[in-house]
């Protein structure tokens, strides 16, 4: 059964075909390091995994590269505003220097990576810094600054996108869309053009360029890395929505002007993750997997519930939707811990692995652009089948969860430690005999040796923190 991605560059569903064999050659813009990943981010990112996953499961190899911008992404995508890497230098008053810079994106990316690991997202296979790959993005702009692609003006120089047949593959962009934010410039020869490096001031912060020492722009950074890791064209680049009009639009514009080539075969988008309405967004209101926790959501409940809906379909935050989701996915991990045994009705039939069945359900709802809410409807549909052994079942389950990614392999029976047990029966008491200050100090004792207790009518449970 053929794989079909909805291609945005085309605007249609089309059979996905690798340009390899075997390989798959993927790119994910990845997160501007100024700032926690918000759980609007984090559903970019579980919906490249779940990509990841599918063509994995489907045999191939994936080669993915998921870019970290520590340099030249303005608060508007339209070349104005501030940096957002100058903008947390200022806000964590921290001096306003390049090793600094660096400073605040290594912090941030290791966060960004810890909440990637408790989504159990795949690792990429190099994570690459736009800072590290300065003289890539001063080679390419000498390439189209040669190829009179580029112009300098007296702060920048600029992309000419009339230097090219057709800009804006992905979407047509009119007067009235994102350019127009970016004001009359007399010195831009076309609206749309967009800076590919800005120079620094006078005594200002700056990289070194033969054209003069200044930042990058944000867009070269995903042309130049993607060339270097991927070569050109690539299979895959996936980002979300917002990024179509304009940073999508000039990645392909940069690389068709400097190599001739488009620069990857499939784009796709995921939706949004709105917040009353509005896009989460880091300028504004955002929530991150933390204050999540803090709710006493597990980060595979996000998960889960980021999976009940497609990649393309706009998702708003509800947290009564994010619990109930929590207690789908927590009587999926009591499934699989339920049917740790072999039966005796399993013992006696040969083993099927998978069911073939719900395997061939389940690979036409994923390789239907990824429906992942019918997959989830079909893990139902199989848990609630009385015609197979708890067993099969739970194979089965464990197979597709390949593609799910909701850690279902690595559940194991909590074994809880004799030291916690005996707090937790000395907690029981304490709570029996209403003596709540007792039972708050025992709470921290537990915690302070690595485990959350959630109480609920039917009595206290562990979490390992
Ligand atoms: P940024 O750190 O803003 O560059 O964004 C990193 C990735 O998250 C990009 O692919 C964005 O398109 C995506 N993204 C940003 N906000 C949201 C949101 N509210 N919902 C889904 N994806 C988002
Ligand atoms: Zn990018």
Redesign the pocket.
Same mark, same amino acid.
């Given at each position: 059964m053929a794989l079909r991605l909805f291609n945005t560059l085309g605007r249609e569903k089309q059979e996905f075909v690798p340009i390899g064999k075997k390989e798959v050659r993927m790119y994910?813009?990845?997160? +501007?390091v100024y700032n926690y990943?918000?759980i609007? %981010?984090l559903?970019?990112y579980v919906f490249a995994d779940v990509l990841k996953r599918t063509l994995m499961y489907s045999g191939y190899k994936v080669k993915h590269i998921m870019n970290i +911008?520590d340099v030249g992404?303005l608060t508007s995508d339209a070349d104005e505003g501030d940096d957002k890497m100058v903008k947390a230098l200022k806000r964590e008053g921290k001096p306003m220097t390049i090793a600094a810079m660096r400073e605040i994106a290594n912090t941030y990316y290791e966060k960004a990576r810890i909440d990637m690991q408790k989504l159990e997202i795949l690792s990429a296979d190099e994570y690459p810094f736009a800072t590290d790959h300065i003289k890539e993005m001063v080679a390419m702009i000498e390439v189209l600054l040669e190829k009179n692609a580029a112009y300098k003006t007296a702060d920048s120089i600029y992309f000419d996108t009339k230097s090219i047949p057709d800009y804006g593959k992905l979407a047509k962009v009119k007067a009235n869309d994102e350019h127009s934010r970016i004001g009359v410039n007399s010195e831009k020869k076309n609206l749309e053009d967009f800076a590919l490096w800005k120079f620094a001031d006078a005594g200002g912060i700056g990289f070194e360029a033969s054209f003069g020492r200044g930042f990058p722009g944000w867009h070269i950074e995903c042309s130049a890395m993607a060339e270097k890791y991927l070569g050109v064209p690539f299979d895959i680049h996936t980002?979300?929505?917002?990024?179509i009009p304009v940073h999508h639009n000039n990645e392909i514009a940069q690389t068709e002007a400097a190599t001739g080539k488009l620069l990857a075969n499939y784009w796709l988008h %995921?939706?949004?993750? +709105?917040i009353g309405e509005e896009?989460?967004?880091?300028s504004g209101e955002f929530l991150t997997l933390s204050v999540l926790e803090k709710e006493g959501i597990s980060p595979l409940a996000y998960r889960y519930w980021l999976l009940t809906a497609r990649y393309s379909t706009r998702m708003d935050y509800s947290l009564e939707a994010i619990k109930a989701a929590q207690t789908a996915y927590e009587k999926l991990v009591n499934f699989i811990l339920s049917a740790q045994k072999t039966t005796f009705w399993a013992k006696l039939k040969p083993k099927r692995l998978p069911s073939g069945f719900y395997r061939e359900k389940f690979l036409e709802a994923i390789n239907d652009d990824l429906d992942t809410p019918k997959a989830l409807a079909l893990v139902w549909e199989l848990l609630k089948d009385g015609s197979l052994p708890d067993t099969d079942k739970k194979a089965t389950l464990l197979d597709f969860d390949k593609v799910l990614g909701l850690g279902l392999a690595d559940i194991k029976k909590l074994e809880i430690p004799e030291e916690i047990q005996n707090l937790l029966d000395e907690r029981k008491i304490a709570r029996n005999s209403k003596d709540w200050v007792k039972s708050d100090e025992l709470r921290k004792e537990i915690e302070k040796l690595g485990f959350a207790v959630k109480d609920s009518d039917s009595g206290s449970e562990l979490r390992p923190l």
């Amino acid at each position: 059964m053929a794989l079909r991605l909805f291609n945005t560059l085309g605007r249609e569903k089309q059979e996905f075909v690798p340009i390899g064999k075997k390989e798959v050659r993927m790119y994910s813009c990845g997160p +501007t390091v100024y700032n926690y990943l918000h759980i609007g %981010n984090l559903r970019s990112y579980v919906f490249a995994d779940v990509l990841k996953r599918t063509l994995m499961y489907s045999g191939y190899k994936v080669k993915h590269i998921m870019n970290i +911008t520590d340099v030249g992404h303005l608060t508007s995508d339209a070349d104005e505003g501030d940096d957002k890497m100058v903008k947390a230098l200022k806000r964590e008053g921290k001096p306003m220097t390049i090793a600094a810079m660096r400073e605040i994106a290594n912090t941030y990316y290791e966060k960004a990576r810890i909440d990637m690991q408790k989504l159990e997202i795949l690792s990429a296979d190099e994570y690459p810094f736009a800072t590290d790959h300065i003289k890539e993005m001063v080679a390419m702009i000498e390439v189209l600054l040669e190829k009179n692609a580029a112009y300098k003006t007296a702060d920048s120089i600029y992309f000419d996108t009339k230097s090219i047949p057709d800009y804006g593959k992905l979407a047509k962009v009119k007067a009235n869309d994102e350019h127009s934010r970016i004001g009359v410039n007399s010195e831009k020869k076309n609206l749309e053009d967009f800076a590919l490096w800005k120079f620094a001031d006078a005594g200002g912060i700056g990289f070194e360029a033969s054209f003069g020492r200044g930042f990058p722009g944000w867009h070269i950074e995903c042309s130049a890395m993607a060339e270097k890791y991927l070569g050109v064209p690539f299979d895959i680049h996936t980002g979300g929505i917002d990024h179509i009009p304009v940073h999508h639009n000039n990645e392909i514009a940069q690389t068709e002007a400097a190599t001739g080539k488009l620069l990857a075969n499939y784009w796709l988008h %995921n939706a949004h993750l +709105t917040i009353g309405e509005e896009k989460m967004a880091k300028s504004g209101e955002f929530l991150t997997l933390s204050v999540l926790e803090k709710e006493g959501i597990s980060p595979l409940a996000y998960r889960y519930w980021l999976l009940t809906a497609r990649y393309s379909t706009r998702m708003d935050y509800s947290l009564e939707a994010i619990k109930a989701a929590q207690t789908a996915y927590e009587k999926l991990v009591n499934f699989i811990l339920s049917a740790q045994k072999t039966t005796f009705w399993a013992k006696l039939k040969p083993k099927r692995l998978p069911s073939g069945f719900y395997r061939e359900k389940f690979l036409e709802a994923i390789n239907d652009d990824l429906d992942t809410p019918k997959a989830l409807a079909l893990v139902w549909e199989l848990l609630k089948d009385g015609s197979l052994p708890d067993t099969d079942k739970k194979a089965t389950l464990l197979d597709f969860d390949k593609v799910l990614g909701l850690g279902l392999a690595d559940i194991k029976k909590l074994e809880i430690p004799e030291e916690i047990q005996n707090l937790l029966d000395e907690r029981k008491i304490a709570r029996n005999s209403k003596d709540w200050v007792k039972s708050d100090e025992l709470r921290k004792e537990i915690e302070k040796l690595g485990f959350a207790v959630k109480d609920s009518d039917s009595g206290s449970e562990l979490r390992p923190l």
